[in-house]
Nanobody
Framework: QVQLVESGGGLVQAGGSLRLSCAAA??????????MGWYRQAPGKEREFVAR????????YYADSVKGRFTISRDNAKNTVYLQMNSLKPEDTGVYYC???????WGQGTQVTVSS
């Protein structure tokens, strides 16, 4: 059974950085064929798209709110996708979820809190 396991969340001051990781356990070589992404959900709000990386790693897409500050990447040899978050703002606070697009699969989420 494939599972997505996020890590790297925490508490950081505004302007700081965090790096999230998402390991696809028990995925084997299939990981390299998946488009992967990150979503987030702030308290009282709906889950929203943050970033996406295509299977080859050559194409990436970002929400306007994070462009220029966040970078999504992947290491297919490690079955892991990353989200480097720089210049964090209080409005970046939320639970961050790793996602496999097709077929849909979600991780359990990791909390990111940015203090002002």
């Amino acid at each position: 059974q494939v599972q997505l396991v996020e890590s790297g969340g925490g508490l950081v001051q505004a302007g700081g950085s965090l790096r999230l990781s998402c390991a696809a356990a028990a995925s084997g070589r299939a990981f390299s064929s998946w488009d992967m992404g990150w979503y987030r959900q702030a308290p009282g709000k709906e889950r929203e798209f943050v970033a996406r990386i295509m299977r080859s790693g050559g194409s990436t897409y970002y929400a306007d709110s994070v462009k220029g500050r966040f970078t999504i990447s992947r290491d297919n040899a490690k079955n892991t996708v990353y989200l480097q978050m720089n210049s964090l703002k209080p409005e970046d606070t939320g639970v961050y979820y790793c996602n496999r697009f097709v077929p849909a699969l979600w991780g359990q989420g990791t909390q990111v809190t940015v203090s002002s």
